[in-house]
């Protein structure tokens, strides 16, 4: 099977691909035949900052082909999407059932890709901010996978002005189309604020100036990669606060809300009222260019990667 490796300094250009055997599924695993890959900002992230090689994992999509010892909830054939903590950039790939969810049926796995866990993270990140009916919302990073979601889930609920920040004005129109009352630019000497609810999926640099934006009593949810370090006094000022969220605390720690929250994405997508957005499908093959094109931020919506239909190789030895 095709798989991708990580070489070297986390460039773009570090990114290998070779043949190598079958994966084997252990205890409480199954092995899936890939259909589409998401490519994440964390995950190019981690690989621009590494100094050594990296196990590339991701969000995958596709059929079980195989089960592990203990697997009862899942057969073979059953069509799954999950976080795959190792080798994800591949053909078939092991995930544990723990982190694997049914797709339903009329959704296609890049569909599923580009839903789940960025749906989960930008409605978890909405729902921690606790935003009050008619409240002002905005959204950084906002034409991410992430991003494009959580404008959405902040315009079906009770916010009122909902806005969204990026880089670049050639996503206004875009963004405009998913629901945002209006677009700013990162650069931008005003972000049009104060704002309630900043919810960031960016960090780093721009932290401070989205602490900034907040009006008093104003929450942020930081979800993002990208650290940054807040100053006491600006959230003093304002009366303001600093909410961190993270998809994994809710999946391990209360599996009940998680599953609630998945069930209640799916119906929201049958319904029409949320809309995935895929930037690019592209070979996997090409996953440096996957991983260029979102540190390049440059990408509306989600970017997947697409495996070769291929005859499947033998299994990698024990």
């Known amino acids: 099977m095709l798989r991708i490796r990580h070489e070297a300094d986390g460039r773009p250009a570090a990114l290998v691909a070779e043949e190598v055997g079958l994966p084997e599924p252990g205890t409480g695993e199954v092995l899936i035949r890939t259909r589409a890959i998401g490519v994440t900002l964390p995950a190019v992230r981690r690989l621009r900052d590494a100094e050594e090689p990296v196990t590339l994992g991701g969000e995958v999509a596709g059929e079980i082909t195989a089960l592990g010892d203990g697997v ?10 999950g976080l795959c903590f190792a080798d994800a950039y591949a053909e078939f790939a092991v995930l544990n059932i ?10 296609g796995a890049v569909e599923a890709v580009a839903l789940v866990r960025s749906g989960m993270v930008g ?28 404008v959405q889930y902040a315009k079906a609920g009770v ?14 129109d875009f963004l405009r189309d998913l629901g945002a009352d209006e677009v700013v630019l990162y650069g931008d000497s005003d972000w049009g604020g104060p704002y ?3 919810l960031d999926g960016v960090g780093g640099d721009l932290l401070g100036p989205a602490v900034q934006a907040l009006a ?29 969220f993270q998809i994994r605390a809710i999946a ?12 209640e994405q799916w119906r929201m997508y049958e319904a029409g009222a949320l809309r995935v957005a895929v930037h690019e499908e592209i070979p996997l093959a090409e996953a440096a260019r996957a991983h260029a094109l979102v540190e390049q931020r440059r990408n509306r919506g989600k970017v997947v990667l697409v495996p070769p239909h291929r005859p499947p190789g033998p299994p990698l030895a024990t």
């Open 72 to 81: 009862t909830s899942f057969a073979v054939g059953d069509r799954v999407t």
């Open 98 to 107: 723990a982190m694997a969810s049914r797709i339903p049926d009329g959704a």
């Open 123 to 150: 409605c978890g990140a909405y729902e921690a901010a606790h935003v009050r009916p008619g409240e002002s919302v905005l959204v950084t990073a906002a034409a991410s996978g992430v991003g494009v979601l959580a």
């Open 159 to 172: 916010a009122g002005r909902v806005v969204a920040a990026v880089s670049s004005a050639d996503k206004a």
């Open 196 to 198: 309630d609810v900043i």
């Open 216 to 244: 008093t009593g104003g929450r942020l949810v930081a979800f993002s990669s990208g650290g940054g370090m807040v100053e006491a006094c600006e959230l003093l000022a304002r009366g303001a606060s600093v909410i961190g």
């Open 252 to 263: 391990v720690g209360r599996p009940e809300l998680y599953d609630r929250r998945l069930r």
